[in-house]
């Protein structure tokens, strides 16, 4: 079974920066992609960035595309979400997920398993 936990939720003013981590355990973390996905009150569940399983290839969706960065350290078996430039609109939970495959992909299917979601507010 795998647990994954994420951190690093907060409040934070508009233009603001969050950095979310997501600690892996329970399988082999380095051979699996990861993603995060976000839900915001109200809201359907969406995919906000990717990585493969090497940390080379990553995809974001186009609304944070430039300010989010997604990235990885498989020594620690964690994977991280760099936020810049924060904006109301990415109020949201975010969670963290890992596939089953080890290219990521922005589309829910791919993972199998989830986090438990870490809350991120964004005031104007």
């Known amino acids: 079974q795998v647990l994954l936990v994420e951190s690093g939720g907060a409040l934070v003013q508009a233009g603001g920066s969050l950095r979310l981590s997501c600690e892996a355990s329970g399988r082999i973390f380095s051979s699996k992609a990861m993603g995060w996905f976000r839900q915001a009150p109200g809201g359907a569940r969406e995919p906000v960035a990717a990585?493969?399983?090497?940390?080379?290839?990553?995809r974001y969706s186009e609304s944070v595309k430039g300010r989010f960065t997604i990235s990885r350290d498989n020594a620690k078996n964690t994977v991280y979400l760099q936020m810049n430039n924060l904006r109301p609109e990415d109020a949201a939970v975010y969670y963290c997920?890992?596939?089953?495959?080890?290219?990521?992909?922005?589309?829910?299917?791919?993972?199998?398993?989830w986090g438990q979601g870490t809350q991120v507010t964004v005031s104007s």
């Open positions: 997920a890992q596939s089953d495959i080890g290219e990521g992909y922005l589309t829910e299917y791919r993972y199998a398993y």
């Open positions: 990585i493969d399983w090497s940390g080379g290839i990553m």
